[in-house]
């Protein structure tokens, strides 16, 4: 199985800073990474798949960059509607599916 | 406009088999490269991928529940049911169908509201 880990765990950031946060898997997935954004009570939300391209309505702050088993989602400058959990997911074997643990951007 | 939304018990008690309904719009399971999953969280946690079906039948599953799932569907209803045996309260979470547009790049643009479902007796 392959193993995606996140870090941090929790990022403290204030609105305008760049947001940095990585994704790695335990084994080369080519450019087979997805990202999402999730709100308390509510659906994850598509942002980035293959690991780059931006999913259709999604501000322009946020890109993805990365391949094999390094990747980064990185919003630009933090807006007031950013604070949320973050999750990576792989898709390299289409026959399973992995996420990654989360990574919680909260207010400094 | 897609749309899904999960149906079935919010709790079952340990040991029962879970049986959860999708009931989808605005897109066929018919279609070439469709599918449909389904992913849960617990409160708190993590997300978690259970299973997917796709526009030809094609089943897969999470290696470490595979042995208690079933995932089928009904194209004419619009429906995709996943069963679960032999629940227990670590299974607690909110389950949620997903829909995903290209079978060999499974991730998930669409998804529904889900459903919480507690484990107790």
């Known amino acids: 199985d392959i193993q995606m880990t996140q870090s941090p765990s929790t990022l403290s950031a204030s609105v305008g800073d760049r947001v940095t946060i990585t994704c790695r898997a335990s084994q080369s997935i080519g450019s087979w990474l997805a990202w999402y954004q999730q709100k308390p009570g509510k659906a994850p939300k598509l942002l980035i798949y293959?690991?780059?391209s931006l999913e259709g309505g999604v501000p322009s702050r946020f890109s993805g960059s990365g391949s094999g088993t390094e990747f980064t989602l990185t919003i630009s400058s933090l807006q007031p509607d950013d604070f949320a959990t973050y999750y990576c997911q792989q898709y390299n074997t289409y026959s399973q599916v992995t996420f990654g643990q989360g990574t919680r951007v909260e207010v400094k | 406009q897609i749309t899904l939304k999960e149906s079935g018990p919010t709790l079952v008690k340990p040991t029962q088999t879970l049986t959860l309904t999708c009931t989808f719009s605005g897109f066929s399971l018919s279609t070439s490269g469709v599918g449909v999953g389904w992913i849960r969280q617990p409160p708190g946690k993590a997300l978690e991928w259970l299973a997917l079906i796709y526009w030809d039948d094609h089943k897969r599953y999470s290696p470490s529940l595979n042995a208690r799932l079933t995932i089928t569907k009904d194209t004419s209803k619009n429906q995709v049911v996943l069963t679960m045996t032999k629940m227990d309260p670590v299974d607690t979470a909110t389950y949620s169908c997903?829909?995903?547009?290209?079978?060999?790049?499974?991730?998930?643009?669409?998804w529904g509201q889900g459903i919480l479902v507690t484990v107790s007796s």
């Open positions: 997903v829909h995903t547009l290209l079978k060999y790049k499974p991730y998930f643009d669409y």
């Open positions: 293959d690991a780059s």
